[in-house]
């Protein structure tokens, strides 16, 4: 068995790796490379593997940087099976959908700024590349060992960091024995809400493992959820609107499952709350037709009043009206919309009504990437752009740390640890210094023998 790394190797987007097994060629995840337009570009360029002959695609879970160049491998000719999740199928097609239809539109928008007439732009991909992806793809549950290429065995195991991702487990005849190889996928950090905390794996001749937070130790849950009910209060007192920029898949529905858990605590029951976004709207349906995967304390709370997701004051906004119509609120509104980073999405309408209001509160619940209207905020601007109007900012701004979906330091340590025989590990998904600063952790607390690659790297299982 051998990998090869293209993707996520000293960076954390554009998650692909090439692997060889029992005389076959196989890929795990096929992602986007996101960040600056120069990264983006890369997407358009060709894949630095040979398609015709890769025999299958795992892909472990559904975000865009592990799943988005997926239309691209089909519509440049792959057509074998992708084995994923059922929970990550589903949250696919929701994925891959509006991720083709910002490719459209973006297209479009830059066509129309072309006056040579010729120099048409191609989105990346269409949502007919997205129907051919989701054909080919095979679902599968957590646990059950499944043979997806003769002589080649896969088990997917739950990583705990959204909704159906998983571990990767490959298991390979190799002459007269058999090689295993794990790719931890992302994993969520311990005690994530919703979801069960990663599944630790039992043994591995190669284990990749995720870097994103290798250098740092979050902040504990207990004082991130006491400064949420906090900033709740002021902004109550205050008499303002709380505006939350937050991602469609995860960060939207745990605020939900935050607000049920503490909902006498933090005297919910007197706000408006709405999820103005379709597409966090859809991603709910899938948690519901998953519930069989939550962790025992989200099942209790599932039982109990009030359901997270049937709040009696929540409204699910998915018409432009009636996002519009939220405008009417100057005061009580809890308005929970994306993007997540303030690029784009329904948040910026919210942000041009609000932020000029001293008693509004904009409450930052993610990362917010350099260069995005987020970042420009949790750094202080007074003045932003928005729709081409200039907004002095009154608002009171606060960053609420420690709801990161990824493991800490500590945390991707002690999963390494749980590996029966610590095998030899190869570092991907993370910066230069995140991995070198879990590099030294795993050296020091277990001796590991660690790895760091570069895209274009091979190393034997
Ligand atoms: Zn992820």
Redesign the pocket.
């Known amino acids: 068995m051998r990998v090869r790394f293209h993707g996520a190797a000293g960076e954390v987007t554009g998650s692909c790796h090439e692997v060889e097994a029992a005389g076959h060629r196989l890929l795990l995840d096929c992602g986007m490379i996101q960040g600056s337009i120069d990264d983006e570009h890369r997407n358009f360029e060709p894949f630095p593997f040979i398609i015709d002959g890769i025999g299958a695609v795992v892909l472990s ?1 559904a ?1 865009i ?2 799943c988005g160049r997926l239309p691209v491998l089909v519509a440049r000719g792959y057509q074998g099976p992708i084995w994923t999740h059922v929970a990550t199928a589903d949250l696919l097609r929701i994925m891959l959908e509006d991720a083709a239809s910002l490719a459209e539109m973006d297209a479009m928008q830059d066509n129309k700024h072309r006056r040579d007439g010729h120099a048409h732009h191609k989105p990346l991909f269409t949502r007919a590349d997205v129907g051919k992806v989701l054909k080919l793809v095979r679902p599968i549950g957590y646990g059950k060992a499944t043979e997806i290429l003769p002589g080649v065995t896969l088990t997917l195991r739950d990583a705990g ?2 909704l159906g ?1 998983a571990s990767v487990e490959l298991r390979a005849r190799e002459g007269e024995g058999e090689r295993v190889l794990v790719f931890s996928g ?1 994993l969520g950090p311990k005690g994530t809400p919703i979801l069960r905390d990663a599944e630790p794996v039992p043994q591995a001749d190669l284990l990749l493992l995720e870097s994103t937070y290798g250098g740092r130790a979050h902040r504990d849950r207990e004082s991130t959820l006491a400064e949420i009910g906090d900033v709740l209060e002021s902004a109550w007192n205050a008499g303002g609107n709380v505006l939350i920029p937050a991602f469609a898949v995860g960060r939207s529905q745990e605020l939900l499952y935050w607000f049920a858990r503490n909902w006498d605590e933090w005297n919910m029951a007197r706000w408006k709350i709405f999820l103005d976004s379709p597409m966090a709207t859809k991603v709910v349906g899938v948690y519901d037709d998953h519930e069989s995967l939550f962790d025992q304390d989200a099942q209790a709370v599932w039982r109990g009043r009030p359901h997270p997701f049937r709040l009696p004051n929540l409204n699910f906004s998915v018409e432009v009206e009636e996002s519009r119509a939220i405008n009417d609120h100057r005061g009580g509104a809890i308005i929970i919309a994306g993007s997540g980073m303030c690029n784009g999405g329904r948040i910026r309408h919210h942000l041009r009504q609000n932020l000029g209001r001293r008693e509004t509160h904009v409450m930052f619940v993610g990362y917010q990437a350099n260069g995005t209207l987020g970042r420009r905020l949790v750094d202080g601007a007074r003045e932003v752009k928005l729709f081409g109007e200039s907004v002095h900012v009154n608002a009171q701004l606060h960053t609420v740390g420690g709801l990161s ?1 990824h493991a800490d330091q500590p945390a991707l340590v002690d999963w390494y640890g749980q590996v029966g025989n610590r095998p030899p590990v190869v570092l991907v998904h993370g910066e230069d210094d995140a991995r070198d600063s879990l590099a030294g952790a795993l050296r020091k607390q277990h001796g590991a023998d660690v790895m760091l690659v570069r895209p274009g790297m091979e190393v034997d299982v």
């Open positions: 879970h975000h940087d592990h960091h959204i991702s992302d979906a």
